[in-house]
C-alpha cells in the first residue's frame, strides 16, 4: 500500500484467507487490496503478486488499485484469483481510476486475473474508470458468473489494452463492456461461455472497441450472443466492420 512518496519494492506479496480465529478478525481476507497507489506516485513492484493461497482466494478485495494519477508498475508474475461473496460489493482484479492512473502488467510469464462471482453475480476482470489506463497486453483474463471481464466507464480516456490477450467470460453479462472509454482487443482470443454478450455496438457511431482481422470470438455454449446492437430503430440493413 502507498500514501507517501513513490515505492521501490522488490519482494512478494501473498493474499488470501488465513486460520485466524480471534473474534473481529478477518480471516477470508475480505476487501483486502493487495497494491494501493494514489496521490500521483509510482510504485514499481518487482515481485510476484498472488491473492490467494491454501487457507483460501481473497473475497471481494481489490488485487491492484490505482487513482489520482498514481502508475503501478508490476514488473513480475501477477497470480490474481478472488471471489465475490458480498452481492452489495464484488472483486475487482485491477481497477485504474482518475485521469493519470496508468497500471502497466507485464505478461509472458503466466500472468492472469481470474475472477469468480458465484451467487453474487458481481466482479470484474479489469476495470478502467474516468480516465484511467490499464496496459495488459496479453494477460489471460476469466470471469465466471461476474459482472464482465473487461470494463470501461467514465470521461477521460479511460482506456485497457489486451491485444493478444486471452478472455474468457461465463456469465449473463458483457464480456467486453464500455460506457464511455475503449477497449483494444486486437488479435485477442475471446471465449464466451453461459448466457453472456461478447459486446455492445451503437452502429450510428464509432465503436469503442478496436477489434482486428485476428481477433476470435469462441462460442462455448448455445446461449451466448456474439454482439448486441444498440440504436436499430428504423434501420433495415447494416453494412459496417466492428
Known sequence: ?????????????????SSLSVAGGNADGTGNIGIFGSNAKTITFNGNLTTYNPSGNTKDGVGVYASGGSVVHLNGVTDIKMD????????????????????????????KV???????????????????????NGLEVSVVDGATAIATEGAGGSNINVQGSKITYSGEGYALYTNGGTIDASNANIYLG??????????TGTSSITFTPTTTIH????????????KCNNIKSINFTV
Open 84 to 111: 465475490s461473496v458480498d452481492p452489495t460489493k464484488g472483486a475487482t482484479g485491477i481497477y485504474a481510476t482518475d485521469a493519470g492512473s496508468v497500471i502497466n502488467v507485464t505478461t509472458g510469464n503466466n500472468s
Open 114 to 136: 481470474e475472477i469468480n462471482g458465484g451467487t453474487t453475480k458481481k466482479g470484474i476482470g479489469l476495470f478502467a474508470k474516468d480516465g484511467g489506463i490499464v496496459n495488459a
Open 219 to 230: 462460442a462455448m455454449s448455445d446461449d451466448v450472443t456474439i454482439m448486441n446492437l444498440k
Open 1 to 17: 500500500m502507498q500514501k507517501g512518496g513513490n515505492i521501490n519494492y522488490i519482494g512478494n506479496i501473498i493474499m488470501g484467507g
Open 194 to 203: 453461459g448466457k453472456a454478450t461478447g459486446f455492445e455496438r451503437d452502429v
